[in-house]
């Protein structure tokens, strides 16, 4: 699986982007990012709080519980405003 790191996740996770291959059990974004944030420190900090992360599915916004379901491409970066 492709995941992408965007802003301040980039810079604490160190890296913009990692192929990983992610075991069958982590089934949603949120079990992504718990996943992820076991992996080393930089993570835990990108995800200490995971209220204020937002994810992509395939280029698709989506929420926490939504199912990972095969998705090649997953994205995490901050609340976006407009403006």
Do not use: C, S
């Amino acid at each position: 699986m492709r995941i992408l790191y965007f802003a301040w996740l980039r810079e604490r996770v160190g890296v913009a982007e990692e192929r990983l291959d992610v075991p069958a059990t982590v089934a949603t974004v949120a079990d992504l990012a718990r996943w992820l944030a076991a992996r080393d420190e930089g993570h835990a900090a990108a995800f200490a709080d995971p209220k204020v992360v937002r994810a992509a599915l395939d280029r698709r916004h989506v929420k926490p519980d939504a199912p990972l379901n095969g998705a090649r491409e997953v994205a995490f970066f901050p609340p976006m405003t407009g403006g």
